[in-house]
């Protein structure tokens, strides 16, 4: 008996049809869409602040607008969390647009993860709630269920519990939902969207340009196959499951409120075309805490980019940073924060004039908007006829803008009402987890034998980039950052887990240098995960670097070289 699950929706703002050609590209049970980020929840706070009936996605009701009928012919059940902070909100605003269009659906949703009154000062905070409410209004015959935040993979463990009888305490089945919904929820980055080896797929002939979204078929014991519609863009292989299953994680132990999955024990293979068997998935306990994210104004901030032009180029950053620095000295009120960053963009000999400049970035961030506008607009302006030679900028400052800080912190999972309410108006609590286990990271596995010295083909090694031999693929989680990197050979895994030491990592981005940096190996996948703790700072919504969600910083690891055996290469 297999439950097919698809997803049609990454973030929100993914491509809109994706609805559509999930209805009509195959067979389906379930059709999952995720609408919610540490940053969309920022969003939908300061929406709400102007109109209390908002706070959900509406691209959900418009995508549902064109589609209803078409999941209601097919029989296709409903599950999305683009209830964000207002569940019952956009449940109700879907029963009308089914009582409009005449289509008989039943509509259900889970509440109680809005926690905003218990955190002052905080624009939303809300916790992460597990699937069994979800299977709960599945199970009394729920078409449609719209939730707010629960985990990205409770999309899949919710309809897979209702569809399997699956109760709680079954971990090990629990655990491989967690694992293809953790594979499905980022959408197209599952069938080659943001893949290291892209250009190697199109020299393969596969169509990148516009990847079909996943879906899962899932086994009662768990095991799964990740696949796509027929005919769909992208591709499905070992490789980019690996990269998915990285994605924003950290340890071998990936917690949740149901279970605790063990990534150390994921075991994939190619089961075919466009087809990846994921099995020996292993479950644990989850832990006795729910993580709340909670989202506050941070404060104001504004910036401006200096364009350097041509020669000088440090010394031109150099005059214009001491002359504003002068300039916001003598402010009335000086900005709390001051960031520079010198973007090298130029070439020598340049044979058109964006080739020649490079781009002095300015970001500056305090509590009162007025310290962060009229400050630095008066300050950068004024320089036009009074500092380095070519000088303009990209734009001129305005007056500053919120900015949003993210913070996570734990409750006791008996303290969320966690409650599906049905379709009829009844509400079920979901009793939180009776059986926890305090998450700590297991012992580091064995590390395979090292690549024999003197290596093959003569011993010979070559200075080349990392990329050449591994993938990667980078993500943000609050102000860490996280960085999966994998290979494809057992051979090259001999080299790159004793080659690849977090020493080796803090050389080869020297951003990371002075900051924690954890190191965990997963045999299985051939992969090392970095976790790099406040890389970004307050979040996402803090803007602290050019790249604030780390989403390129993979990709920064693939560019720089080291000696790679040629045997490798």
């Known amino acids: 008996m297999t439950l097919r699950i698809g997803n049609a929706s990454g973030f929100y703002g993914d ?29 939908l706070g300061r929406d709400r602040l102007k109109d209390p009936g908002a706070g959900y996605a509406r691209t959900f009701l418009r995508q549902l607008e064109d589609c209803l009928g078409l999941a209601h012919e097919r029989g296709v059940r409903i599950v999305t969390n683009a209830g964000g902070l207002n569940p019952a909100g956009l449940a109700d605003a879907v029963r009308r647009l089914a009582d409009r269009l005449g ?50 993979a409770a999309l899949v463990t919710g309809p897979a519990a209702a569809h399997f009888g699956w109760q709680p305490g079954e971990y090990d089945r629990l655990a491989g939902a967690v694992v293809a919904g953790h594979v499905l929820e980022c959408g197209t980055q599952a069938t080659g969207g943001n893949y290291a080896f892209f250009a190697e797929a199109a ?142 963009t130029d070439r020598p000999d340049a044979d058109t004039e964006e080739t020649a400049g ?27 006829l009074a500092s380095y030679p070519g000088f303009h900028v990209l734009a001129p400052p305005g007056k500053g803008a919120p900015y949003g800080v993210f913070e996570d912190v734990y409750v006791p999972q008996g303290e969320v009402p966690h409650v599906a309410v049905l379709h009829d108006g009844r509400r079920i609590p979901v009793p939180p987890a009776q059986d926890t286990l305090v998450l700590q990271d297991p012992p580091e596995p064995p590390l395979p034998e090292p690549l024999a010295k003197p290596y093959p083909a003569g011993g010979r090694t070559r200075r080349a980039p990392l990329g050449l031999v591994a993938g990667a693929r980078s993500g943000d989680k609050g102000g860490n950052a996280n960085v999966g990197v994998w290979v494809r050979s057992d051979e090259a895994w001999r080299w790159l887990a004793h080659t690849l030491t977090v020493g080796t990592f803090r050389r080869l981005l020297p951003e990371t240098a002075e900051l924690p940096v954890t190191r965990h190996p997963l045999p299985n996948l051939r992969a090392l995960n970095f976790t790099v703790e406040g890389i970004l700072g307050e979040g996402v919504a803090a803007q602290h670097r050019f790249d604030p969600q780390a989403k390129a910083l993979g990709e920064w690891l693939r560019s720089r070289h080291l000696d790679i055996p040629e045997a490798l290469l």
């Open 358 to 384: 490079a781009l002095l970035r300015l970001v500056v961030r305090d509590r009162d908007q007025e310290t962060v506008g009229r400050a630095l607009t008066g300050a950068a302006v004024e320089l036009a």
């Open 203 to 344: 020299a393969a002939g596969r169509d990148l340009r516009r990847p079909g979204f996943p879906l899962a078929e899932l086994h009662e014991d768990g095991s799964c196959v990740i696949t796509k519609h027929p005919g769909t863009g992208g591709l499905v292989d070992v490789g980019t499951v690996t990269a998915q299953l990285l994605y924003e994680t950290g340890g071998a132990r990936y917690a949740g409120p149901d279970v605790t999955a063990r990534l150390d024990s994921v075991r994939l293979s190619q089961d075919g075309p466009d087809r990846v068997r994921i099995e020996g998935v292993r479950g644990e306990a989850p832990p006795p805490t729910l993580k709340v994210g909670r989202n506050r104004l941070g404060g104001f901030r504004n910036e401006v980019v200096f364009v350097l032009t041509g020669l000088d180029i440090e010394a031109k950053a150099a005059l214009v940073r001491e002359q504003m620095t002068d300039a916001l000295a003598l402010a009335k009120s000086p900005p709390a924060g001051i960031r520079w960053e010198l973007v090298r």
């Open 103 to 152: 289509i008989p659906v039943r509509v259900a949703h889970v509440e109680g993860d809005d926690l905003t009154a218990a955190h002052p000062g905080s624009l939303a905070a809300h916790a992460y709630l597990g699937g069994f409410g979800i299977a709960e209004c599945l199970r009394a015959g729920a078409d449609i269920v719209v939730t707010g935040r629960v985990t990205d």
């Open 15 to 43: 491509r809109f049809d994706a609805l559509r050609e999930m209805l009509t590209g195959g067979e389906l049970d379930v059709l999952t869409g995720d609408y919610l980020a540490e940053l969309t929840m920022l969003i």
